[in-house]
């Protein structure tokens, strides 16, 4: 199953863009890349998945770069609700999903 | 909006009691998944189920573990005996039906579990 590399850390400032990035350079053809995200004592929440075509919903959007060997993941307008760590995640076998330890994004107001 | 159920959302118990989690997935959900997440690591997978039938358990500690979703809809999972190193979050998430194409899972609350 492919790895994904993020960042540990992360801070944004209120009502500002939040750009996170990901590694996942191993990634194979038919994988598709996830993002969630766990505010501190909560379950995973699910953002967004894409497989090559940028996507976009009412939470963020997914840019996956045409290799696919990256993707970013961005946060429009962020508050202090989406602190929270972000896991980025390649789909295996059998749809498992291996959660890293993701990126700690802090909104500073 | 759907949501995964647990219960309960705390344990506190004593090493070599037993424990149970119960999961309530989304309805319609065929898939059922038990994580493990240990304080400042990420989420790791226990068992999943494809309606009753275990698709892959092998990071399930046999040996204490044990897992169950006898009707293919709500879920158990269980710890006899209990220990020290097993405080953690358990955490229960759902998909429609492993298949062809993306099977996002929702995830439950959790239930944190400390033994004493």
């Known amino acids: 199953d492919a790895k994904t590399t993020q960042p540990t850390s992360m801070d944004c400032a209120e009502g500002r863009a939040a750009n996170l990035p990901c590694n996942h350079s191993t990634i194979s053809g038919n994988e598709y890349v996830y993002w969630y995200r766990q505010i501190h004592s909560q379950g995973p929440q699910y953002i967004i998945h894409g497989l090559k075509n940028n996507e976009t919903n009412e939470m963020a959007s997914l840019i996956i770069t045409e290799d696919r060997k990256s993707s970013t993941l961005i946060l429009p307008h962020a508050t202090l609700r989406d602190t929270a760590v972000y896991y980025c995640i390649v789909e295996g076998s059998n749809y498992k999903l291996t959660f890293g330890k993701g990126t700690l994004l802090t909104v500073n107001p | 909006e759907a949501e995964v159920a647990q219960s309960p959302r705390y344990k506190i118990t004593e090493k070599s009691q037993a424990v149970a989690f119960w999961c309530d997935p989304i309805?319609?959900?065929?898939?059922l998944y038990w994580y493990r997440q240990i304080l400042g690591q990420g989420p790791e997978l226990l068992v999943q189920f494809q309606d009753e039938s275990v698709v892959d358990d092998s990071q399930l500690p046999k040996d204490r573990f044990s897992a169950e979703r006898l009707k293919g809809v709500d879920s158990t999972l269980k710890i006899q005996p209990a220990e020290l190193g097993d405080s953690a979050m358990y955490l229960c998430?759902?998909?429609?039906?492993?298949?062809?194409?993306?099977?996002?899972?929702?995830f439950g609350p959790g239930t944190r579990l400390l033994v004493l």
């Open positions: 309805s319609g959900h065929a898939t």
């Open positions: 998430a759902s998909s429609l039906r492993a298949g062809t194409g993306a099977q996002t899972q929702y």
